[in-house]
Nanobody, 118 residues
C-alpha cells in the first residue's frame, strides 16, 4: 500500500515557484524524520531538505534561502516551497521518511517531476 504520495511538480520558468506536497500515512508521519530528496539526470539522489517533529530543519547549500520545508500535522503532510527556481533544480523530487536508529524504517514516495526551463 502506498504510504507517501507526492504532488505539485510541473514545468516552470526560471525564477518561478512551485509547492510540493507529500501526504504521509499517520503512523509514519508521527514517528519519522521527513525529508525531500531529488535526483537529476546523470546524478545520484541527494537530500534537499529535512524536518523533525520539533521543527528543526536542514537544507543543502544550493537551495538555502530559496526553499522552505514545513509540516502540517493536521493533514500529515510535508511541504516543500520552492522559490526562485533555477535550471539546476530540475529533477525528480522524492518524499522520504526515516529514523536514524532503525535502517529498516525508510519509506519513499513515487516521485514528482520538476522541470525549470531557461
Amino acid at each position: 500500500q502506498v504510504q507517501l504520495v507526492e504532488s505539485g511538480g510541473g514545468l516552470v520558468q526560471v525564477g518561478g515557484s512551485l509547492r510540493l506536497s507529500c501526504v504521509v500515512s499517520e503512523s509514519i508521519f508521527s514517528t519519522g524524520v521527513m525529508g525531500w530528496y531529488r535526483q537529476a539526470p546523470g546524478r545520484e539522489r541527494e537530500l534537499v531538505a529535512s524536518i523533525t517533529r520539533y521543527g528543526t530543519t536542514t537544507y543543502t547549500d544550493p537551495v538555502k534561502g530559496r526553499f522552505t520545508i514545513s509540516r502540517d500535522t493536521a493533514k500529515t503532510t510535508v511541504i516543500l516551497q520552492m522559490n526562485s527556481l533555477k535550471p539546476e533544480d530540475t529533477a525528480v523530487y522524492y518524499c522520504n521518511a526515516a529514523r536514524n536508529a532503525n535502517p529498516r524504517f525508510n519509506f519513499w514516495g513515487q516521485g514528482t517531476q520538476v522541470t525549470v526551463s531557461s
